[in-house]
């Protein structure tokens, strides 16, 4: 057998890691009974279903063939791009209001592709921010400041 997929085989293995955790965490807690389940009973379900997935993920990257591809190295820049921007929207969502944590959280993020066209970014930046106006603020009326605070202060 040689791995056709090394993503998909990786992706199943990560799966079936945490399918188990989930199921052996879950052990602490009463699990019950379809019919009354306990505080265990869902995590104990979910660990199972990861895991099967898992497997089905894992076992079809396989293939009885000799051809392998190589994996692909590890890039860096997209990982500390992409975290690093989670990371600034965590830390200016106060200062700055939802409106330019959430641009700056898209356009950063965005440049962590080798196809990054900064009109592109901009364009996606708005219609998500749209989004999320529209979601978060409009329908689930989370109370999260829009503006910074500078800003309200002075309108």
Known sequence: MHIRRTKDFKAGLIFIFFGIASAVFSAGYQIGTSAKM????FPFALGGVLTVLGLVVSLGSLSRGEGTRKARSFRVKPV????SSVVLFGLLLRPFGLVFSTVILIIVSSMASDEFKKKEAILNAFVLLAIVLIVFVYFLKFQIPLLPSLLVGRI
Do not use: A, D, T
Not at 38 to 41: L, M, R, S, T, V
Not at 80 to 83: E, G, I, S, T
């Open 38 to 41: 306990g505080p265990g009973y």
């Open 80 to 83: 500390v791009l992409v975290l």
